[in-house]
């Protein structure tokens, strides 16, 4: 190891104890473990519990979500949580750093706390009550994004470099398996009483701010330094105005299948794309940056924030795709009636979970002892192996062999997340954990919302080609007047896509009662039944997937080649551990 090397470790390391017991106390690590690790999963949770639970929350305010005007309500309940967190993070981190990293994290679990108490005495019906449930869970997003900036610092400052991988690991394996337990939350609850999805989070919540203003320590090295307003303004500005234009990008528009070429989405994402770069421009000249530029010279921290970017890509929009491939498609084939789909949906895919489960804390531990890149790597190589199975995999499928490659990708997936986050946070300087942390959050977050982006509109430009057709000839096959379906046949595709998600029956819901109640029984039966729909979309779906998941393989493989580039180990003479790359120069105190 060179003499720069050693002056890197040293600055980078200065009060790590290393393979040395904690003298402040064992204890309180696994104490700072299993608090953050229920506030991040209960964060996360949140973000998914509504997917499942969407029918019963709009039966329950008496809101059509398929109704003219009304997609508007079911983006922003699903996206609302996600866009706000991601803009959130980075300043929220930043502030633990300047405040105190608990003090944040503590604050956060009283924001998400009271905002799930809100959500579930919603008290107003139809759009105002819609609306209450947005502003709702903008305000759980808050609060999820104090807990998910503030976490992983917390957890660094706690334990020593030699068991960072395991401990960051299981927290961020929380993290991601906490969305698929949302999924199962959502169905087991909604069908009992729409409110319970957010007021189970209402006692869990309580316990959690309770337990961690009693137990949590502030152990990390603080930086008063002034809030960057503009950096802060203009960063909002422009992820708010990109996400945004992400979103209504996959509505229709001027009688368009979706809405990239309309004005507003343009105007939203030149908004965007310009705010961002005076963000950047601001972050050089500031005297106390929100995003600090300078990590980026840590290649550690640079290509492993870049393969998490890259990893969400791939798998953020693939649970919406396997949601509407199991509810639009596959379960009500298997008998499944439309009402149960969203449930069953969910407890078809354990086996994601169950992957994620099983290799987090494993990859965890073995990246502890032999460092993050072979880990790291290797799992993107094989995530990107389970989307090459998916896309050869037939639609209606043998269940087995579906179950076999979720856990594949589970176990990828898990393999990669928990080295990567440890590699990151083990890469920056004691001072900068929380706004490190917070920068890699927000990349990985932000490329969830994009990757939903990217997947729906590679699998509407799919569908567009076939669907129209398919549908205009399987109505009229089975009586419907060719006018009307004609005009089915020419609606968005992402009407269809929205009702299989939403666990409707689409023919139902886009022809109307009225069409129906005219036909005669028997091809009443046929357009309502388990197998019209699945099989007119059948194929017409896969063209969309093959684009879709031939996307996410490759976003994986560059993810794989990102992780592959953060350097090879080097051992801290300090305590005697490898640990992962330095900076490839010693950064100054002052940036």
């Not at 896509?497 to 005219?518: C, D, E, H, R, T």
Request: glycine share 12%.
């Amino acid at each position: 190891m060179t003499t720069q090397e050693h002056s890197v470790a040293a600055t980078l390391q200065p009060q790590e104890p290393g393979g040395v017991a904690d003298p402040r106390g064992e204890r309180y690590k696994w104490t700072a473990l299993s608090n953050t690790t229920v506030g991040v999963l209960l964060a996360t949770i949140d973000a998914s519990i509504m997917l499942i639970a969407m029918p019963d929350i709009f039966r329950g305010i008496g809101l059509n979500p398929l109704g003219a005007g009304n997609s508007f309500y079911l983006l922003w309940m699903i996206l609302g949580f996600l866009i706000v967190s991601s803009v959130l993070v980075v300043s929220l981190g930043r502030l633990g750093d300047m405040f105190g990293r608990v003090k944040m994290y503590n604050l956060g679990f009283v924001v998400y706390t009271v905002a799930s108490l809100v959500l579930a005495i919603d008290p107003l019906k139809g759009r105002p009550g819609a609306l209450w449930l947005i502003i709702g869970r903008i305000l759980q997003g808050i609060g999820a994004a104090f807990l998910i900036a503030n976490s992983g610092a917390i957890l660094t400052d706690a334990f020593p470099t030699n068991q960072r991988g395991l401990a960051l690991g299981i927290n961020n394996i929380a993290g991601i398996s906490g969305a698929f337990i949302g999924l199962i939350l959502g169905g087991l609850l909604a069908p009992i009483d729409w409110r319970l999805v957010f007021l189970v989070s209402v006692p869990f919540g309580l316990f959690g701010t309770v337990w961690s203003y009693m137990k949590l320590e502030d152990r990390g090295v603080r930086r008063r330094s002034r809030i960057d307003w503009p950096g802060n303004i203009t960063f909002a500005v422009g992820l708010i105005a990109v996400m945004i234009g992400i979103t209504y990008g996959i509505e229709p528009a001027g009688g368009h299948d979706m809405g990239w070429t309309s004005l507003p989405v343009i105007t939203e994402l030149a908004i965007g794309v310009a705010s961002l770069i005076a963000f950047a421009i601001i972050e050089t000249r500031v005297a106390s940056p929100m995003f600090r530029l300078p990590l980026f010279k840590i290649r550690a921290f640079t290509f492993g924030t870049l393969s998490s970017f890259l990893s969400a890509v791939g798998r953020g929009g693939l649970m919406f795709m396997l949601i509407i491939w199991l509810q639009g498609i596959w379960l009500p084939e298997h008998g499944f009636s439309f009402t149960q789909t969203p449930l069953w949906a969910g407890i078809y895919m354990l086996p994601l979970t169950a992957g994620f489960l099983i290799a987090g804390p494993a990859s965890g531990i073995l990246s502890d002892r032999f460092g993050a890149r072979p880990f790291a790597t290797g799992g993107m190589i094989g995530a990107a192996g389970s989307f090459l199975l998916l896309l050869i995999l037939p639609v209606d499928f043998a269940y087995w062999q579906f179950a076999l490659i979720l856990l594949f990708n589970g176990l990828s997936m898990g393999a990669f997340a928990s080295p990567n986050r440890a590699g990151v946070m083990n890469s920056l300087p004691a001072s900068e954990r929380g706004v490190g942390g917070g920068m890699n959050s927000t990349f990985q977050n932000s490329a969830q919302v994009l990757s939903i982006g990217i997947f729906f509109t590679l699998m509407i430009v799919g569908l567009a080609s076939t669907l129209s057709g398919a549908l205009t000839n399987g109505l009229t096959a089975h009586g419907v007047a060719a006018s009307t379906a004609a005009r089915v046949g020419h609606l968005p595709p992402v009407s269809i896509l929205f009702a299989a998600f939403l666990g409707y029956n689409p023919i139902q819901s886009l022809v109307g009662a009225k069409v129906l109640g005219s036909l005669s029984p028997s091809n009443q039966a046929a357009l309502t039944g388990h197998s019209f729909f699945p099989q007119l979309i059948s194929k017409p779906f896969h063209s969309g997937l093959t684009e879709a998941f031939t996307f996410a393989a490759v976003a994986c493989l560059v993810a794989a080649l990102a992780s592959w580039s953060r350097g090879t180990r080097y051992v801290d003479e300090g305590s005697g551990n490898a640990v992962d790359p330095a900076p490839e120069e010693v950064l100054p105190v002052e940036f």
